[in-house]
């Protein structure tokens, strides 16, 4: 079979789908594989995902031979009740924290401020329809597993962006498995601040697509006080309205993004 790009292809790949009784229907979503077959009450899921995050292909519900199908396809079986021959695919944002690095250390000087765009690998959530039960959740691009803290007793699990965090966002790729959040750091203490990392709280940030169907986030700005502490992050209600025309939100956060959670996540956001 070959694939799209998603520069020629004008459909998005997620929404709701019907899928013919015994009927083999298949997606390529950037390096995401997936093969979905419908019986009475129960369907069949497929997939293979893999790391190539420049892979572009796109395929959206083309129906397909089972020889067509590789057999090193992990398969799953899912019983519901009241199902019926629809589905549906819905994006999703990285269930943990995801670490960006500059490939140099940004310096920003005291009483000037930096915006940095970071990327963040999506997910895939299926839903049957109409009882809307979650059958799979699968990642479209499979990223790194990374540590986030100052030392391995204080920290956790994230994972790690593809791409560098990059202060042009011309120079970011613009890819079917990756969200974009731009980040604004304010320095308002009397030293210098040095950014090497950036951890997004990916788990508590909305996902949003533009006209141009590029995924986005939250936008996020983080301040530092005089006294040279981090001392208040604002979420904003989507991404930048200048450079996201038009955009929707698609999905909301996997958790509810809180004080509390907010302000774990200034702690852990500049490392």
């Known amino acids: 079979m070959n694939a799209s790009t998603a520069a020629d292809e004008e459909a998005r790949w997620f929404g709701d789908y019907s899928v013919g009784d015994r009927q083999i229907t298949f997606w390529a979503i950037g390096p995401l594989r997936l093969w979905l077959e419908h019986r009475p009450l129960e369907w069949w899921i497929g997939w293979q995902t893999g790391r190539e995050v420049d892979d572009q292909s796109l395929i959206v519900a083309r129906e397909i031979a089972l020889d067509d199908m590789p057999e090193t396809v992990e398969r799953r079986r899912f019983a519901v009740q009241g199902a019926t021959d629809r589905i549906r695919l819905a994006p999703r944002l990285a269930d943990r924290p995801v670490v960006s690095r500059p490939r140099i250390p940004v310096q920003v ?95 508590e940030l909305s996902l949003f697509i533009d006209r141009d169907n590029r995924f986005w986030t939250q936008s996020l700005t983080v301040r530092r006080d005089t006294t040279g502490n981090l001392a208040a992050v604002r979420l904003a209600n989507g991404p930048p309205a200048t450079l996201a025309p038009e955009s929707e939100l698609i999905a909301a956060p996997r958790h509810n993004p809180g004080r509390g959670v907010l302000r774990r996540a200034l702690d852990a956001l500049l490392g």
């Open 109 to 203: 000087l005291a009483g000037e401020q930096v915006t940095v765009f970071v990327s963040t690998p999506l997910w895939l959530e299926l839903r049957a329809l109409p009882v809307d039960r979650r059958l799979l959740e699968v990642p479209v691009v499979r990223a790194h597993d990374t540590w986030f803290g100052p030392n391995t007793r204080s920290g956790g699990v994230a994972y790690a962006s593809f791409t560098r965090a990059r202060v042009d966002l011309e120079s970011m790729p613009r890819l079917l498995s990756l969200a974009l959040t731009q980040v604004t750091v304010e320095n308002h203490g009397r030293d210098d601040l040095l950014i090497e990392r950036l951890s997004i709280p990916a788990p």
